[in-house]
């Protein structure tokens, strides 16, 4: 994919994985799926990641998000990164919330999103 991009276009994809959908105005959820292109991607099965890949030298990124200590009680453990991170065998995994930062500490050129509408809804 390298050779393909000029210079200038060798920066960053950033995907976003699924999120769990609510039942309607109850505390039911939907049956989770993961969006396709992004399991392909990570093989990321859990909900509210999201992923980047940098062109230039192929470094993973994930970006899990930051749960509550209280959704232990009624998921389970909360694993942390470190966990993520050898579970899918990315470079670095970091929360949400600091994805701008990283992508901002990467000085990629550009970054490439997916646009438009999921027609899959």
Known sequence: MRAALPAEKQGIILLKGGDVESVYSTDGEQL?????YFHYMFGV????????LDV????????M????ESYGVWMGVIQGPQYYKAKYAVDQVCYVDDLASVLSAAAAPCIHVLAGKNTDR
């Open 32 to 36: 989770f799926r993961q969006e396709a």
């Open 45 to 52: 099965n859990e909900d509210g990641f999201w992923g980047a």
């Open 56 to 63: 230039r030298n192929g470094r993973g990124y994930l970006f």
């Open 65 to 68: 998000p930051r749960l509550p």
